[in-house]
């Protein structure tokens, strides 16, 4: 007999057992210790969230042509009743699942009516397709298009022409295996008379989507007759297939339940013991990682136990549709499942048909129409998301995280794991956290997502006390043409391009001039400037902007030209960074904005900017620029195609790079804006962070770059005035400039204006009990004459755009 706690420490670190030490489990009764062994792989792969999908289960027929002796589901044709739901009453389920904020839309139906039954090939006749395969398919795809809701399918024996029809039109297909044992398919066996439940294709309807990439459901039923050898077979059997093409998403462990009016409705039930001793098994098996799901509904009352077999997954719960293959067996309210999933001790999490680690891989696993379905829905981690906020929208923030839920009574510190517990301890120390210490924090939801928001305030008060700083300044974009591809902007115009809309235009150096004198007599202290890398512009337009604008305001601070336009300035003028930087000092150049870093993972930037800066020759350029003198600001652009992992190397990369220098002097996350960007037109960039992603990235910023970044600038523009006040009660300490005339959130979609005048930001910071005050660049006071200014400014007067037809679209 295997010894189990001999392998554990192997299975842990990634190792499998063995077919022939899988198989000698058969027979271990001490359910204790395999349950332990279970919880403890299950918590190293998963942590602490068990996660589920919100569907809706639409029973495209109920015909089928085997004869399972346990189904109530299957039943022959009614008289005066129709054969398959039609498009009406599918969609009006689709409807009923979006209105409860469904994301999965489970089509069951029975395997190949048509070849048993008149009535099916007669009714496919009168809607026009061949077979039910086909009106499949096809309503499948009239419920994403007509309601985004992501098909799941459950059709039964496919061909390879069957798997690719679907794939073009779902998220996610599935298949029971239920047992590999033949002997269950023999005279009195369960599956007699089923030509559909053959072992051998079943499992090769499973290869086949494997070969296609389909993410894959499927399982065994216990309980049925097979033995536990027989179950450990199956197991294996699905093992092999998943390591081969690894396209197995979870694993169900499915309860056989004696229904009345069927041949097996005195068949002995298994008891609780079995079913856990069976998802043991299974995640032993299969290791840390699997999906492994055990429906609540079957084993209601048994959360716990459950959850301490290994599973991390409750399935599909629809709040709309019963559960038509077992209808007695009512799904948890959703918030009675939420509640059970804590007295568990762990959190539960929305995901989608399709799971994480194949929604992280989307082009490879999704047919091409359906991967923006997928991400469209998808958050940072591949699971749900649950917010209808986005950054730039005007829009109210998710109560779930709002300010008052971070200062809620209805905090609970007991439901805040350890492992949270511990690395915010670290942080209070200044301690440093690895990568993965990192990424878990940026995982945190519920009562640990206030945990870290807490923490993060917490260090907020040692460094800055209750100040909230702004500076009064005004954006000058001087140009929107420009020749680099960055596929999330939807600022550049023209004909290099991606974006149709607008006109290219390309600033006269008057009128840069005359913005920054209209911006000094409306109280600012800075101006920020920075354009598109326009492909007439040398390193000299830049040296000549800052000696016209200091030739009038010797007094104006120029916070200009990130390191894009650093590195292109050098090359077009054949002289090194570092002698461009010095240059630029000399010209009136004060420091340097910390855009153009998006993510500071060369993976990403791949995707996202392919021809832009590589991360080495962002921190070259800020480095060098520290060494002169010039301090910068530091900032991430995220929400887009990247994930937590990349949040944290960018984090890592940033203090390393400030621990060397000490020059930047705040770090800005600024939320990816979808609306306009050409990544997302394209199908290929989520819809910009969660709410609760955008606040975490502040306050997970807060404790990761403390102490030696001490300031935290939360974006207006992006997150609204309510999105503001929740990050200043999450480790935020700025927010930012006035701006006067922002445009590159505009430009792609922003919603909340191009100015915030500081009135308006004092009152803001008032509001949450906060004492406001009026900065320089360099996080100084600004002086008493600009503050006086900046209260009795006059409007704006309007500003010129010089058109550059050479540009422009024809």
């Known amino acids: 007999m295997i010894v189990l706690a001999d392998r554990l420490d192997d299975i842990l670190r990634g190792s499998l057992l063995s077919d022939e030490d899988a198989l000698a489990l058969h027979d271990m009764c001490d359910l204790p210790a395999l349950l332990a062994a279970a919880a403890q792989l299950r918590d190293r792969g998963h942590s602490n969230r068990i996660s589920y999908s919100r569907k809706v289960f639409i029973p495209l027929t109920q015909l089928c042509r085997d004869v399972c002796h346990y189904c109530t589901f299957a039943h022959p044709p009614r008289p005066g009743q129709r054969v398959y739901l039609n498009s009406e009453e599918i969609l009006a389920i689709a409807r009923a ?46 419920v994403w298009r007509e309601t985004g809701l992501l098909p799941h399918m459950n059709p039964g024996i496919l061909t390879v022409d069957d798997l690719s029809t679907l794939r073009r039109v779902s998220a996610s297909q599935g298949i029971m295996l239920e047992s590999a044992s033949e002997r269950l398919c023999e005279r009195g066996g369960p599956h007699y008379g089923s030509p559909d439940k053959r072992p051998a294709v079943r499992l090769e309807t499973i290869r086949l989507a494997g070969e296609l990439h389909i993410p894959f459901t499927t399982g065994i039923l216990i309980g049925i007759g097979e033995t536990r050898r027989e179950r450990i077979e199956s197991l294996l059997a699905l093992r092999a297939l998943h390591q081969r093409y690894g396209h197995i ?40 990682s699997m999906n492994i799901q055990a429906p609540p509904n079957l084993s209601p009352g048994t959360y716990a136990q459950l959850v301490g077999a290994g599973l991390n997954d409750w399935g599909g719960i629809s709040p709309v549709t019963p559960d038509h293959v077992n209808p007695e067996a009512r799904w948890p309210h959703l918030q009675e499942l939420a509640d059970q999933t804590a007295l568990a001790g762990k959190q539960l999490v929305e995901r989608l048909a399709v799971y994480p680690s194949y929604i992280q891989q989307n082009n490879l696993w999704q047919d091409a129409q359906m991967a923006p379905a997928v991400l469209k829905l998808s958050d940072s981690e591949g699971l749900a998301r649950v917010e209808a906020w986005a950054p730039g929208e005007a829009v109210a923030i998710p109560e779930a995280y709002s ?47 206030t945990a870290v928001c807490r923490a993060a305030n917490e260090l907020r008060k040692r460094v800055s006390g209750e100040v909230v700083s702004y500076v009064v300044n005004r954006n000058i974009n001087y140009t929107n043409i420009c020749y680099f591809h960055c596929q999330f902007c939807a600022f550049s115009k023209g004909k290099l391009s991606e974006n149709l809309r607008g006109m290219p235009y390309d600033l006269a150096l008057e009128e840069v001039v005359r913005r920054a004198q209209e911006a000094w007599d409306r109280g600012a202290t800075e101006v920020c400037m920075q354009g598109g890398i326009h492909p007439e512009y040398t390193g000299d337009t830049y040296l000549k902007m800052c000696r016209a604008i200091k030739d009038v305001l010797p007094d104006m601070h120029i916070h200009a030209f990130s390191p894009l336009e650093v590195w292109q300035g050098a090359q077009t003028l054949g002289i090194t960074v570092p002698e461009l930087l010095k240059q630029l000092k000399e010209a009136g150049l004060s420091t340097l904005p910390g855009t153009a870093a998006e993510i500071l993972d060369d993976e990403v930037r791949a995707i996202i900017c392919p021809d832009k800066l590589k991360t080495d020759q962002w921190l070259y350029v800020m480095e060098e620029a520290h060494k002169i003198g010039l301090r910068t600001t530091s900032t991430i652009m995220y929400g887009h195609v990247e994930q937590p992992k990349h949040w944290a190397r960018h984090l890592l990369r940033i203090k390393a790079l400030q621990e060397r220098t000490g020059g930047f002097t705040e770090f800005v996350p600024l939320p990816f804006v979808h609306m306009e960007a050409p990544m997302f037109w394209k199908g290929r960039a989520r819809q910009g962070p969660t709410f609760r992603e955008a606040v975490l990235m502040h306050a997970v910023a807060r404790l990761v770059l403390y102490p030696v970044i001490t300031n935290i600038q939360v974006s207006w523009v992006k997150m609204g005035k309510e999105g503001v006040q929740t990050v200043l009660e999450a480790g935020g300490n700025d927010i930012g400039g006035t701006l006067m005339n922002e445009s590159i959130t505009r430009a792609a979609g922003g919603e909340f204006g191009q100015e915030l005048p500081p009135a308006q930001m004092e009152a803001l910071i008032k509001e949450i009990g906060r004492i406001p005050l009026q900065r320089t660049t360099l996080y100084r006071s600004a002086p008493v004459e600009r503050h006086h200014t900046a209260f009795i400014a006059p409007e704006l007067q309007p500003i010129v755009l010089t058109p550059s037809k050479r540009y422009s679209r024809t």
Request: charged share 30%; aromatic share 8%; net charge negative.
């Open 97 to 142: 699942g979006v209105e409860a904020g469904c994301k999965e839309a489970l089509f069951t139906l029975g395997d190949k009516p048509e070849l048993r039954y008149k009535a099916a090939r007669r009714e496919l006749d009168e809607l026009g397709y061949p077979t039910t395969i086909a009106y499949l398919a096809a309503m499948a795809e009239l």
């Open 249 to 288: 998403q979870e694993l169900i462990i499915q309860n056989f339940r004696a229904k009345p009016d069927t041949k097996m409705a005195e068949a002995p039930e298994p008891d609780l013991a079995d079913l856990l001793w069976t998802l043991a098994i299974t995640r032993i098996i299969f290791g840390a």
């Open 403 to 449: 300010r008052q839920t971070i200062h809620g009574v209805s905090y609970q510190e007991s439901r805040v794991s350890d492992e949270i517990k511990a690395l915010l301890a670290k942080c209070m120390q200044a301690e440093p956290l690895n990568e993965a210490e990192i990424v878990r924090l940026f995982e945190a939801r519920g009562d640990e997502y």
